[in-house]
């Protein structure tokens, strides 16, 4: 069980461009956190501003947790010295980030709201709704599911 909790190494990754991908989607999150936390006090609005159910006090939830998310994720992305619990979580964790953010460009496109922006740089820069986000989140689940695979947290104890 101490094992599950104590620090260890990355594994190495599986393939030589798994380093770039992995580096590549941190840099993606590291600029997302960024531009949300630059105006944080603006974020929840521009998330409220996509009418979603719970209304201004589940945006507020929805903006931290974006912006948690997205520092959550970069330990695994960065292979840093975690605990493998941990390893997981981070993994799993971006995952989750890139999930919220592809259900809110698929509800920006799908309902009828009028929104304004898609809300990734927060209240920094004001990209247009578009399919344009939905492709370019689903592109970073892609990216996502790769790293993972290269990278996979839980070292395996079956020798062959």
């Given at each position: 069980m101490s094992f599950f909790v104590q620090p260890t190494t990355a594994q190495s990754?599986?393939?030589?461009?798994?380093?770039?991908?992995?580096?590549?989607l941190a840099a993606v999150f590291v600029v997302l956190a960024v531009t949300q936390l630059f105006k944080f006090e603006d974020f929840p609005a521009v998330i409220a501003g996509f009418w979603l159910p719970g209304g201004e006090a589940s945006a507020k939830l929805l903006a931290a947790l974006f912006v948690t998310g997205e520092v959550l994720a970069l330990p695994f992305l960065l292979s840093m010295r975690l605990s493998p619990a941990m390893r997981v979580c981070s993994m799993v964790v971006g995952w989750l980030v890139i999930v919220g953010w592809l259900f809110l460009g698929l509800w920006a496109n799908l309902t009828t709201n009028v929104v304004g922006s898609m809300g990734f740089f927060g209240?920094?820069?004001?990209?247009?709704?578009?399919?344009?986000?939905?492709?370019?989140?689903?592109?970073?689940g892609v990216l996502a599911a790769w790293a993972a695979w290269g990278m996979w947290p839980i070292a395996s104890h079956h020798k062959k």
């Open positions: 990754p599986k393939t030589s461009n798994i380093r770039l991908i992995s580096l590549s209240a920094t820069l004001a990209p247009p709704v578009g399919w344009w986000a939905v492709f370019f989140f689903a592109a970073l």
